[in-house]
């Protein structure tokens, strides 16, 4: 089973620059999830998607973050303008359902912001 | 609000030595409890999980976890950790049925040969 997928690996952009980040979760994986995680803390949910909808942003900074998942697949994560906090390390996960299937997570995307 | 607490942010332990990894959360009712690990250079990967049943819960490469409800916590157990068990570990917690997972700060393995 392919995992999930994500990319770039790493990113550096000054701050008020933009940047998206992708991700292709596992076949068959109604659920997608992105997780921001900053250097000594653990992962701290953005966004969920329900195959094209979303459940829960309630943590997306949306004037400035914004998600989108528009077949129901893979999914792309904005940051625009970025900021000097923003530095962290984005993670994708998915999973069958949003009931009690296990998160599957990819590699990240580490960005810094300079 | 909903949190996950992991008192050791960092252990160093020599090989054959046994691990606690202690985990507190802070919701009611019914809880899902998680504990992750991440291997230097990879992602993220589920060692074990509860949802019901027996509070002790084993899962991969001789880790276990109990759940203790009237302390709200989920340790994490192995009885001798070896050299390629240093990572990060994470605790998370979901409230059951709810789909938010909420994890815990992560405690940094150092397993000494």
């Known amino acids: 089973e392919a995992g999930v997928a994500q990319s770039p690996r790493y990113k550096i952009i000054e701050k008020r620059q933009s940047v998206a980040f992708w991700c292709n979760p596992i076949?068959?994986?109604?659920?997608l999830y992105w997780y921001q995680q900053i250097l000594g803390q653990g992962p701290k949910l953005l966004i969920q998607?329900?195959?094209?909808?979303?459940?829960?942003d309630s943590q997306l900074p949306k004037d400035r973050f914004s998600a989108e998942r528009l077949k129901g697949v893979d999914s792309t994560l904005k940051i625009q303008p970025a900021k000097l906090e923003d530095s962290a390390v984005y993670l994708c996960?998915?999973?069958?359902?949003?009931?009690?299937?296990?998160?599957?997570f990819g590699n990240g995307t580490r960005l810094t912001v300079t | 609000a909903q949190s996950v607490s992991q008192h050791n942010h960092h252990v160093i332990l020599s090989e054959a030595a046994s691990l606690e990894l202690g985990c507190n959360y802070s919701?009611?009712?019914?809880?899902?409890l998680f504990w992750y690990v991440q291997y230097p250079g990879q992602h993220l990967q589920l060692l074990l999980k509860?949802?019901?049943?027996?509070?002790l819960v084993k899962g991969i490469k001789g880790f276990e976890a109990e759940f203790i409800k009237s302390k709200f916590s989920f340790n994490l157990r192995k009885p001798s950790v070896q050299w390629s068990d240093t990572a990060e570990y994470f605790c998370?917690?979901?409230?059951?049925?709810?789909?938010?997972?909420?994890f815990g700060t992560g405690t940094q393995l150092k397993v000494e040969l």
């Open positions: 996960a998915s999973s069958l359902s949003m009931d009690n299937s296990p998160l599957h």
């Open positions: 076949s068959g994986h109604a659920t």
């Open positions: 998607f329900q195959n094209n909808g979303v459940v829960d």
């Open positions: 919701y009611g009712g019914t809880v899902n």
């Open positions: 509860y949802f019901s049943g027996d509070p």
């Open positions: 998370a917690a979901r409230r059951g049925g709810g789909n938010k997972l909420t």
